[in-house]
DNA sequence: AAACTCTATGCAATCGATTGCAATTTGCGT
DNA sequence: ACGCAAATTGCAATCGATTGCATAGAGTTT
C-alpha cells in the first residue's frame, strides 16, 4: 500500500488523540510502565523500552505535556509581555521590540522553554500577574517598565518571578537588565558637539523611565559643552513613525536654525529623517540625525543611522538567565546595566 | 503600615500558590461551589457567588487553567510558527513577520486565545505536529510553506488543525490564507515598463513558493512587453538585509544597463537601496527599487518604497478565523487568495 | 403537620499523566 | 527442586480543577 491508512480509521473530523493509555493497550503493559519507557527510566528493561518508544512514534504519540505539567508542578512555559500603550495598539510596531523577542525566543529555545507572547495595555499590567497566578507560565519576561514602577515593585513583593527589561530606578524591588541609557544619551551630545552642531532637538516621550534617562544623559553632555536644551526643543513622540514624522515637522517650524536631532529609537530616527527630506534639508549636511538601539535595518537606512546599540542578544540570554535563577530559588542581580557603544555612521557624520 | 505583608507570611522563596481549597476554606464551602461560583454558574446563590469572588481578588487567585485544561478538554492556546533557515536563524529578522505575528497576536486576543510562539527549523517541521499531539496547543499556524509541501499535505491528511499562510498550490490538502503573489510579480512588472525601465533583476529564492509565484507573474508581465528576462539576472537570496546587499553588488557588475530592480522583500529591497547608493547609483533616476510587502517602514524609507502591498491585518484575522473553524470541526475554505495592491512610491517614479 | 417543590450546596468521579510501594517474575546458588 | 535477591512491572494515590447526581433546607400547598 502506498497511501497510509488513518490509524484510527476515522472521518477527518473526530480523531480522539492518542494517548498512554491506548499505547499500554498496544504494547500489552500498563501506563506506568508506558510513562518509565517514554521518560527513559532505568527500571523498564532496555527491550521494552525501546519497544514502547518505537510504539509510540508509529503512532504519532508524544505525552500530553498539559497533564504531565499538572502532575509534577514543573512549568516549562515562559511569558513574554509586550505592552502596548492603551490607546493605540501600535507600538509593537518598534523593529527594537521584535530584535528583542527574536533574541528571547532564541535564548528560551536553548534552555527548553515554551514562549507565551502576551501584548497588554501598559496601562493594565495586573494582567501579568494573572498570567503567573493561573499557571499558564512559570514566570514572566517584561519588556519596558513603561509608567508602572510602583505596581511592579508592588508584583516583585508578592514574590512572583518576574523580570523587566527596562532602565534601572532607585527603590526597585524587581530585577532589570537594560542598557546605559544615561550613558547612551551622553555619548551622543559629545558626538553632535564634536560635529560643531550646535541646535538640538530631542524626541521622547520622557515619560517613560529609559527615555527619561536617555534625555538626562543628553541634557548633561550638552551642558558640559556648554550647550543648553530648552524645554521647546523637545517632543513627548510615543515609539510610532508617523508621530515622530508629525513631531519632526513641528520642530522644523519651530526652530529654524536646527542642525542635529536625537531621536529615542531608531524608528523616529528613521521617520525624523523621512520628515526632514521632505522639507528639503539634507541629512546630514543640513541637519545631523541620530536614532537609538541599532536594530538591524539601521545600517542599511539611507542614509546608514548613527545610533546608540543595545546588545539585545546579550540582554535576551541575560533575562532569561535571571528569571530561571529566580524560578530556581536563587537570588540574581537586582540589576544589570550594559555597556552601551554608539555606532556613529553617515546620518550625523560629515567628513 | 505601608509595607504590605505577604499573605502566606512566607520567606519570599518558597510561596506555595492558592488553590481552589484555599479559596474554599476561607469560605468555609467546598471546591465545587467554589468552582461554580468563579464561573459564574447560576446555581451557587448571587450572594455567596458574590462573597467568594471578592475573597479570590483579596487573595489574588486565579484558577489554575493547566488543571482546567485538562478536566475540560477545552485548550485556548493556539502556536504559531516562524521556520527559520536551517543553519541561520536569521530570517526572523524579517519586518514582514513581525508584522504578521503582531496581526496574529491581536486576533488571537480578540478571540480570546493565547499565543505561543515558536521558531523551529524550516527542515524540521514534524516538530510542529508535537506541539499539537502534547497538547500544549490546539492548533498551528504556520507562516510560510518553505519547502515542506508534502510535509504540510501529511499532516493535514493526520487531521492537525493547522493553517498556513502562504501560496496556494496545486494538490494542497491544508489551508492556506495568502497574497495573490503572481498578479503582484505582474503588477510590478507593468509599472516598471510604463516607466520605461528595460534591464530588471529580480532578488528573490524562487524554491520557496510564494517567491516563484512573484518570480513567474513578474517574467509573465514582461514577457506581455515584450521584455525577457534572462536567468542571470535573478538571484535567489534568503530574507536577509546583507545577502541582499552583496547579491545585488553582484547584479551591478554584471549588468552595467541595469535601471530596475524587483526585491521580493521590503527588507531586501532596502538592502538594495542602500548597495545601490554605495556604487553611486540613483534611486529611482538610474535604477528604479519595488520592493514587497509594504511594511510599515516603507512608507518611511528614504526614498519612500514602492511596493506590493500585503493586507497582513486581514491576513491575520482570517487564519485565526479558519484555524477556529477547524476546531470547531467545520470545513473553512481550502485557500483564500487575498487582494494585491501595488503601492507606487517614489523608490520607482520618476515624475 | 405531612408531602412536595425548588434552591443551594456537597460528594465523588474524572481529565492524562507520574511515582512510591507492592507484587510478580526471573535468575542463581546449593 | 527450593529459597532468596534482583530485576521488572502493576496498583493506586495524586496534581487542581469541573460536573452529574444526590441531598439538605427553605418555602409552599393541602
Known amino acids: 500500500m502506498s497511501k497510509t491508512v488513518n490509524k484510527q480509521g476515522s472521518t477527518s473530523a473526530s480523531r480522539r488523540r492518542m494517548q498512554m493509555t491506548d499505547i499500554a493497550r498496544l504494547a500489552g503493559v500498563s501506563v506506568s510502565t508506558v510513562s518509565r519507557a517514554l521518560s527513559g527510566s532505568e527500571l523498564i528493561s532496555a527491550h521494552t523500552r525501546e519497544r514502547i518508544k518505537t510504539l509510540a512514534q508509529q503512532f504519532n504519540y508524544t505525552v500530553n505535556s498539559v497533564a ?13 509581555v509586550v505592552p502596548f500603550e492603551p490607546g493605540s495598539r501600535q507600538s509593537f510596531a518598534d523593529p527594537f521590540l521584535h530584535g528583542m523577542i ?69 527603590h526597585q524591588d ?56 530648552p524645554a521647546q526643543q523637545r517632543m513627548a513622540v510615543p515609539f510610532l513613525a508617523e508621530s515622530g514624522r508629525q513631531a519632526m515637522f513641528t520642530l522644523i517650524d519651530r526652530i529654524p536654525e536646527l542642525d542635529a536631532v536625537f531621536a529615542c529609537s531608531d524608528l523616529l530616527a528613521m521617520a525624523a529623517v523621512g520628515a526632514l527630506r521632505e522639507r528639503k534639508k539634507q541629512v546630514p549636511t543640513d541637519v545631523a540625525v541620530v536614532g537609538y538601539d541599532d536594530v538591524e535595518l539601521s545600517a542599511h537606512f539611507n542614509p546608514p543611522l548613527s545610533t546608540v546599540r543595545q546588545p539585545i542578544h546579550e540582554a535576551g540570554a541575560l533575562l532569561v538567565g535571571e528569571l530561571l535563577m529566580l524560578l530556581e530559588g536563587k537570588t540574581p542581580p537586582p540589576f544589570v546595566v550594559l555597556e552601551t557603544r554608539l555606532i556613529v555612521r553617515e546620518s550625523s557624520y560629515v567628513a
Request: glycine share 14%; hydrophobic share 45%.
Open 174 to 229: 524587581y530585577c532589570t537588565v537594560g542598557g546605559d541609557n544615561v550613558r547612551g544619551g551622553q555619548l551622543v551630545a559629545e558626538h553632535l558637539l564634536a560635529q560643531g552642531r550646535r541646535h538640538m532637538v530631542f524626541l521622547g516621550d520622557c515619560g517613560l523611565p529609559e527615555v527619561a534617562q536617555r534625555y538626562r544623559g543628553f541634557v548633561a553632555g550638552l551642558r558640559a559643552g556648554g550647550i543648553n536644551l
Open 68 to 80: 504531565t505539567n499538572l502532575r509534577s508542578g514543573v512549568k516549562r512555559t515562559i511569558a513574554v
Open 102 to 170: 527574536g533574541s528571547l525566543a532564541d535564548a528560551l529555545t536553548e534552555r527548553g522553554y515554551e514562549m507565551l507572547l502576551s501584548r497588554t495595555d501598559a496601562d493594565r499590567l495586573d494582567a501579568v500577574a494573572a498570567l503567573i497566578d493561573s499557571g499558564r507560565s512559570a514566570g514572566v519576561i517584561l519588556i519596558g517598565q513603561w509608567r508602572h514602577h510602583d505596581q511592579l515593585n508592588a508584583m516583585a513583593a508578592r514574590g512572583l518571578p518576574l523580570v523587566v527589561w527596562g532602565a534601572h530606578l532607585p
